[in-house]
């Protein structure tokens, strides 16, 4: 199986609120670690553009989002972080997120807010959500 098409596969299943095996978890994290290193810390973004913030692990919101801007890659998407804490489904939304980066890397732009930190986390809940 190529690359991409196993890249489709978890979306789809991260799509339906399932989660990834932690292995797959872990080379999607290398992945999309290597595709930030590549990028600089400015990113130009194309427009139009869907400019969403505080996701805050809201999995089903996120759905409507893209129940009413589109599916990328279809739309260009600018994240503005604060993908996690506060909902139940922190995990779901960051990994779907994170794959859509890898998968659609010039149609999905993720910014870091304030809940992506340690600090943070550990006190409004996706911290725990990870153990």
Partial sequence: MTEASDLDLQIAALR???????????????????LFLEEGNVQAVSSPVTICGD???????????????????????????DFVDRGFNSVEVFLLLLALKVRYPDR????????????????????????
Avoid: W
């Fill in 108 to 131: 999905v732009t993720l910014i870091r807010g304030n809940h992506e930190s340690r600090q943070i986390t550990q006190v409004y809940g996706f911290y725990d959500e990870c153990l």
């Fill in 55 to 81: 996701i805050h692990g809201q999995f089903f919101d996120l759905m409507k989002l893209f129940q009413v801007g589109g599916d990328a890659p279809n739309t260009n998407y600018l994240f503005l972080g």
């Fill in 16 to 34: 339906r609120c399932e989660l990834i095996t932690e292995e797959q978890v872990e080379s999607l994290c290398a992945k999309a670690k290597e």
